[in-house]
């Protein structure tokens, strides 16, 4: 039979799908920035969908954030994408939309370039996979991060000449106070006489988680609306400007790159400012209160510091949402909903589980005739506590089981040291 030989026909290759995104950036909260953000976005959508070849795959958009940081949601999101395949090149205006650390922006680069993602940047018309395109992101990126540098210098040199002159920049909201461009620094004729209630009740005695629960209950919230916690009162009652005198330069920012608010110790130069606005509280009663925050951390600084326990973030309120807290009282350990430890029933209905009383409940549910962490971590993934000493104990597997935990007894609640406390008292009054 004769050999034959014919030639086959290849089947054409079908071009991957080839898959763009975009990336934007502004720095400022102006409505004028985030406006320039949506047009942003709508270029990048129109651009990539009308190029023939190019599958759209969005616009990852950031506001307000530097370029200098690492924080970016939208960003990290993009270099996840990327790192899984779904994306083959990005489009960003310029190297400073982009990153002004120019660490920061080689190593993305580069991690990008080796997982075969190619970054565009418009402005400079640079891809980041081409010959030179290194190079050139090398010397403009550490331009772009001089740049950022010498913004963040010149900004600081106006805040700091500002404080020379006793003005006041970047006012935070203050209870008692309200601000307007055309009256400046008033006081809040509503708020202002109860924040001087509260001076006047801490100055007098009454301690700080007592004065908190009284601004929830009358309604009275802080400046931005949150509930009162004694932190925040502390904070409150430690701040020199209601006396109508300004502490200026608390804190600085330590680099142009990280950003960071630092406390001032010394770092910076302060200054204090008389009369920059209406005083609030006179200054006897500022200083009473001051005394009285420095007696109270005193009392607090023997006492061991809150540690974390494997119920720490497990046990949960139905009534709140709050997640229980740790708390010692007479050397015996408990859990408490913070919402029902300073406001009180009327708000929460919840109540304080002995932690001897929580561990015995959820041993029995667990099977196990001594505590073992470990296998309350293993099985357990949180509680729900209700007030009727009811546990809803929600497990790894999905099972949900519920138990119920025992009240102490009054003799049970006792230490010996309040046994010995009571004897002594009664010796007293025997004698006496």
């Not at 609640?413 to 009664?426: D, F, G, N, Q, V």
């Amino acid at each position: 039979m004769e050999k034959r030989v014919s030639r086959v026909k290849a089947l054409p290759k079908l071009a991957p799908e080839f898959r763009v995104a975009a990336y934007a950036r502004v720095s400022s909260e102006k409505d004028a920035m985030r406006h320039s953000l949506s047009m942003q976005v709508s270029y990048y959508s129109n651009l990539i969908q009308s190029h023939p070849g190019w599958h759209y795959a969005g616009v990852y958009a950031d506001e307000p954030v530097s370029g200098t940081k690492d924080n970016r949601e939208e960003f990290q999101r993009l270099v996840k994408d990327c790192r899984a395949g779904k994306i083959n090149m990005v489009i960003t205006k310029s190297i400073s939309r982009f990153a002004r650390n120019t660490v920061t922006l080689l190593e993305t680069v580069r991690e990008l370039k080796g997982l075969g993602v190619d970054v565009f940047f418009e402005e400079q018309n640079i891809h980041s996979k081409s010959a030179d395109g290194e190079l050139m992101l090398t010397i403009l990126a550490s331009y772009a991060q001089e740049e950022s540098r010498s913004v963040s210098e010149n900004m600081k040199w106006r805040i700091r000449k500002a404080y020379e002159k006793g003005e006041i920049m970047c006012w935070r909201f203050m209870f008692g106070y309200k601000i307007s461009k055309e009256n400046g620094i008033e006081i809040d004729p509503v708020e202002g006489p109860i924040a001087q209630q509260v001076f006047s009740r801490v100055a007098a005695g009454e301690s700080l988680n007592s004065v908190a629960k009284w601004l929830n209950h009358t309604g009275h919230y802080g400046a931005l609306g949150g509930k009162w916690q004694t932190p925040r009162l502390r904070e409150m009652l430690s701040n020199e400007k209601y006396t109508g005198n300004a502490l200026l330069q608390k804190t600085y920012v330590n680099n142009h790159l990280e950003k960071k608010k630092m406390p001032n110790h010394g770092e910076v130069t302060q200054y204090y400012v008389t009369e920059t606005h209406p005083a609030l509280i006179g200054p006897e009663t500022f200083a009473a209160v001051q005394q009285r925050l420095a007696a109270i951390a005193e009392r607090h600084a023997g006492r061991p510091k809150r540690q974390t326990s494997e119920f720490t973030g497990m046990i949960r309120c139905p009534n709140c949402g709050c997640n229980f807290r740790r708390t010692l009282k007479n050397g015996s350990p408990g859990w408490i909903c913070p919402t029902y430890y300073t406001e009180g029933k009327a708000v929460c209905q919840s109540k304080k589980i002995p932690e001897d009383a929580l561990k015995k409940a959820i041993s029995e549910v667990l099977h196990i005739d001594s505590w073992i962490p470990d296998a309350f971590a293993e099985q357990v993934k949180y509680i729900v506590a209700s007030g009727s000493n009811t546990l809803e104990l929600h497990m790894q597997n999905g099972i949900v089981s519920a138990t119920t935990w025992k009240d102490r007894s009054r003799s049970e609640s006792w230490t010996p040291e309040m046994r010995e406390k009571a004897r002594e008292h009664a010796k007293r009054r025997h004698h006496g």
